[in-house]
């Protein structure tokens, strides 16, 4: 398990990332917002210059627009939950993120190796060999900052398992404050 990540205590690469991950997904909550409201504009524009069916325009930006944003939501929650549980020490906090993080790295790799196939057969090979760079470039930070979060779990889960073994030991009872036990003679 990683002890840091970019020179950073874990504690502070979680809290950072966390706060990136918050201050993106409100950017994007705005964003996708803005395009639901004026939805019937950006519909106009683009069938006068495409001729595309109004309807059917309407209908894609809107079921596009809406589970972007109940994604970007659900990114917001478990990024909030990423800030919390680091500060609070709470390993389970964490597990909304690196859940959230996972899936969204299952699919970005799936989306690498599909574009690669797609560029294979019909691209020359400068901008195989620039996607394949830039996306492994991707993958490899994504990974690294889902492992220093997954570090970060392992380690408040120890700190929490410790704690709560020292809670959990008997107290040794001084003979003053207590009565004497009879039942082991």
């Not at 909550?29 to 409201?37: A, C, M, P, T, Y």
């Not at 196939?117 to 991707?138: E, K, R, T, V, W």
């Not at 994504?142 to 008997?170: C, G, T």
Request: charge should be positive.
């Amino acid at each position: 398990m990683l002890k840091g990540m970019f020179c950073m205590r874990l504690h502070t690469a979680g809290t950072v990332i966390g706060w990136l991950g918050s201050i993106g997904s409100i950017l994007l909550i705005i964003v996708l917002s803005s395009v639901l409201i004026n939805v019937d504009t950006i519909v106009c524009r683009i069938s006068t210059n495409d001729h595309v069916d109004p309807d059917a325009a309407h209908m894609m930006i809107v079921t596009v627009c809406s589970i972007g944003l109940a994604i970007v939501l659900l990114n917001f929650l478990s990024s909030a939950l990423l800030i919390l549980g680091t500060m609070k020490n709470r390993h389970l906090f964490l597990l909304p993120w690196l859940i959230n993080s996972g899936i969204a790295l299952v699919f970005s790799v799936i989306q690498s190796l599909v574009v690669l196939a797609l560029l294979a057969q019909s691209a020359p090979a400068a901008p195989i060999l620039m996607y394949i760079m830039m996306s492994g470039l991707g993958l490899a930070l994504n990974i690294y900052i889902y492992y220093a979060i997954l570090s970060l779990f392992k380690h408040i889960q120890n700190i929490r398992d410790q704690e709560s073994r020292v809670v959990l030991q008997p107290q040794v009872a001084h003979h003053t404050e207590s009565y004497p036990n009879y039942v082991k003679l």
